[in-house]
Structure formats: C-alpha cells, structure tokens
C-alpha cells in the first residue's frame, strides 16, 4: 500500500547528502565516505515503494582532476554500500561539465531532474529532491519539484537557507538524510 502523502521519488544530490563533501572533490574511492544513517534511510525509502535517484554535479571528470576509472570506482563503491544496506537507486544522473561548457545539464540548470522524471515516467509534484546547496533547490524548482534542505555539506548552512528560502520560501531543512526521510516517512515533508 502507498502511503497517500509518499512522493513517488525522491531525487538526491550526492555529495554532502549521501557521503561526507570535501570543497576539494571526492577524487578517489577511499575518500567516498557515507553520512552515519544515510545508506539506512535510503534503504527505507526503497522498502516504503518510493523510487530513489542520484542527480549529482561531477565536473571533476570533466575539468580533468579525476580519471575515468577513478569515477567509476566512487560510483561502485557507493552502489555497493546502497545495496549492501538494502536499499536501490533507480536511476543515476552525473554531470560531468564544468560551468565554462554551457550545458542543459549542471545544476541549477534542471537538466538533470527532467532528464530523471522523464526516465522515472513522473510529473514534477511527485518527487521531492534532495540537496545540500543553493544549486539544488535551483535545479529542482526550475523543474517545478520540491526541494528539501539538508546541512551536511560542508557550505555555511545558515547562509545556504537563506539563499534556498529566497527561492522556495517554504522549504524544509533537516540535519541530514536520515531526518529528512524520517518525516518524510512521516507524511510530514
């Protein structure tokens, strides 16, 4: 059964949402860390029926400071530590162009968003996405989705919020993931 308030999705940024952000990169697999409760929640919302995917800005690929094979194994390391925790990602989404490329897709242009409800076969209001930065919130409202806060990346919290409320006055903030899918499992985001 469906709980009637449940997005059908939830959209994640992943860095400082899913693992620990560094503003150097994650440029390696042993710097792939996760957030305590992450993984977890990730897996409840997966058992609770609601879709989860990764929409994630990766211009260290692109700029060059990273490899290929280095970004596939940050990406394998955490698909594993997903899966291992019982939880599913739907669906992926990675940009890897630096601001100087002019693509659809960096956030917060919402390339991306569109891109993944398009795949997911959803309308905007029935996904939530969550971010950790301004970027966010802009991609996901450009796509007309709701976004919820999270201050687990390593940006000045405070400032972020003000910044997201300037583009969805209302916008939920939690500490993390874990508590941002604890209401939401609440029927309460």
């Not at 059908?8 to 620990?20: K, M, T, Y």
């Not at 976004?147 to 940006?155: F, R, T």
């Not at 910044?163 to 939401?184: E, F, H, M, S």
């Amino acid at each position: 059964m469906h709980h009637n308030s449940y997005p059908a999705a939830l959209l994640l940024d992943r860095d400082g949402v899913i693992n620990f952000d560094s503003p150097d990169y994650i440029l390696h697999a042993d710097q792939w860390h996760p957030i305590a409760g992450s993984l977890q929640a990730i897996a409840r919302l997966h058992q609770a029926g609601i879709a989860v995917t990764i929409v994630s800005n990766q211009s260290g690929l692109g700029r060059g400071m990273m490899d290929q094979q280095s970004f596939n194994a940050i990406h394998a390391k955490m698909m594993l530590a997903i899966e291992q925790a019982g939880g599913f990602i739907s669906h992926v989404a990675y940009c890897i162009h630096g601001p100087l490329d002019h693509c659809d897709c960096r956030k917060p242009k919402p390339g991306m968003v569109l891109d993944t409800l398009q795949v997911l076969g959803l309308s905007a209001d029935q996904a939530i996405f969550i971010g950790d930065s301004v970027r966010d919130v802009s991609a996901a409202d450009s796509a007309g989705v709701r976004a919820c806060l999270v201050q687990s990346g390593y940006g000045d919290a405070a400032n972020i919020l003000v910044k997201a409320r300037a583009i969805q006055v209302d916008i939920p903030t939690y500490i993390d993931l874990a508590t941002a899918v604890d209401a939401i499992l609440a029927g309460e985001c």
